[in-house]
């Protein structure tokens, strides 16, 4: 069973940073390109950011281009989010995703707020 477990949300002021991270479980992590998206209040979920399965390859979504980024350590099975410069419009729950899965792990709330 595919499972996915993020951690590292919490409450900071606007303009500050957190680190996210998501330990994948149930499958050989490395070999998949991996996903993390993030659900705000009232909206679509929507991705954020994406990364290949060898790491050479990210992108992200333009409303966090250049203040977050992707990473992963497939030693750990592990996939991180930096996130800099944050704002009150990055308050979310945030979800870490595997390509071709439709398993959710249960999120990180983030809250940016002064």
């Known amino acids: 069973q595919v499972q996915f477990v993020e951690s590292g949300g919490g409450w900071v002021q606007p303009g500050g940073s957190l680190r996210l991270s998501c330990v994948g479980s149930?499958?050989?992590?490395?070999?998949?390109?991996m996903y993390w998206y993030r659900q705000a209040p009232g909206k679509r979920r929507e991705m954020v950011a994406s990364?290949?399965?060898?790491?050479?390859?990210?992108e992200y979504a333009d409303s966090v281009k250049g203040r977050f980024t992707i990473s992963r350590d497939d030693n750990k099975s592990t996939l991180y989010l930096q996130m800099n410069h944050l704002s009150p419009e990055d308050t979310a729950v945030y979800y870490c995703k595997r390509f071709g899965s439709s398993d959710w792990g249960q999120g990180t709330q983030v809250t940016v707020s002064s």
């Open positions: 990364i290949s399965s060898t790491g050479k390859t990210t």
């Open positions: 149930g499958w050989i992590f490395r070999g998949y390109d």
